[in-house]
Nanobody, 125 residues
Framework: QGQLVESGGGLVQAGGSLNLSCAAS????????MGWFRQPPGKEREFVST????????YYADSVKGRFTISRDNAENTLYLQMNSLKSDDTATYYC??????????????????WGQGTQVTVSS
């Protein structure tokens, strides 16, 4: 179905910023939405943000609203997540994902068809 490759993770101090990227290649479908999820250590994977690939409609988890910004470059088939004012609670493995399912509940990871391998974000306090 294609490949998603995340980059941009790393170690940052609380209050700092990181910009994650997700490069899509070989997708056999045009995404309905592409999003970011994260899995903190010892916890379940959770929704972070998602964007409609054609219309640009965005949704955010309450925990990141006002601090994170999702965007995409359709020409480059790349998804971004600008993360500002990072907190220790943001420490997690961040995954990008794509769904082809028109009308799906896009905050649910169960509705995403293709996943990246993840990139680690560690925020030190």
């Amino acid at each position: 179905q294609g490949q998603l490759v995340e980059s941009g993770g790393g170690l940052v101090q609380a209050g700092g910023s990181l910009n994650l990227s997700c490069a899509a290649s070989g997708l056999t479908f045009s995404p309905y939405f592409m999003g970011w999820f994260r899995q903190p250590p010892g916890k379940e994977r959770e929704f972070v943000s998602t964007i409609g690939w054609m219309r640009g409609t965005t949704y955010y988890a309450d925990s990141v609203k006002g601090r994170f910004t999702i965007s995409r470059d359709n020409a480059e088939n790349t998804l971004y997540l600008q993360m500002n004012s990072l907190k220790s609670d943001d420490t997690a493995t961040y995954y990008c994902a794509a769904t082809r399912q028109v009308g799906a509940i896009v905050r649910s990871d169960k509705n995403y068809d293709v996943w990246g391998q993840g990139t680690q974000v560690t925020v030190s306090s």
